[in-house]
């Protein structure tokens, strides 16, 4: 066998990705579709919610995904939070995580965990906006361009390497839910391109 062809095989073989979500969940769906027509070639054998019933595990119980329920509110902390993240994911054997709407603060016991690999996409063009309601802030602002962003996770909040972005208009006309959801198409869009890329460092790396 040639030497390099155990290698040529792991880079060639699906992603195994891990997803985080708390909420209504179209990013992660967006993943598992991009998935579905070749765009990206990866596996979630492994999506975590932290909110019992929300959309992203209703989601999941459609797709066909694996689905795991972790109640922050019966954890003690965040650090307890984050340790089980990291047991759940090491035994499904991910490669990367992928926080898509995970609306929890994440401590170093998972970014030092997934190092690199851990991505979060928020609906601001970074560095503006950082944290919570990057929408409103960004309404509240008066800006005429707001976006999205996917970065990788770093203890400095919404501070990690970029790795994609998509730049929307912000109209006159826009409220909250306009706005979010003209961002939010953009994520769908530039979410699966960016895990692509990592991915692909990750392996060569």
Do not use: K, Y
Request: hydrophobic share 45%; net charge neutral.
């Amino acid at each position: 066998m040639h030497p390099h062809a155990d290698r040529g095989a792991a880079l060639r073989a699906p992603l195994r990705l891990g997803v985080m979500a708390s909420g209504n969940g179209t990013n992660f769906e967006a993943l598992v579709e991009s998935i579905a027509a070749g765009e990206l070639c990866a596996e979630i054998p492994l999506l975590v919610v932290n909110n019992p019933g929300c959309g992203a595990q209703q989601r999941a119980l459609r797709l066909g995904v694996p689905c795991s329920v972790l109640d922050h509110r019966i954890l003690r902390d965040r650090v307890e939070l984050d340790r089980e993240l990291v047991r759940r994911f090491r035994e499904a054997g991910v490669e990367g995580v992928v926080m898509a709407g995970w609306m929890r603060i994440v401590t170093p016991v998972l970014i030092q965990a997934f190092t690199g690999r851990l991505l979060n996409v928020h609906p601001s063009l970074l560095p503006s906006f950082r944290g919570l309601d990057a929408v409103g802030q960004a309404l509240a602002s008066g800006v005429t361009i707001s976006g999205c962003t996917v970065h990788l996770v770093t203890e400095e909040l919404d501070a990690g390497p970029i790795l994609a972005q998509s730049a929307v208009p912000v109209l006159e006309t826009d409220d909250h839910v306009s706005l979010s959801a003209r961002i939010r198409r953009q994520e769908h869009r530039v979410l699966p391109q960016a895990v692509l890329r990592a991915g692909l460092r990750w392996r060569q790396g």
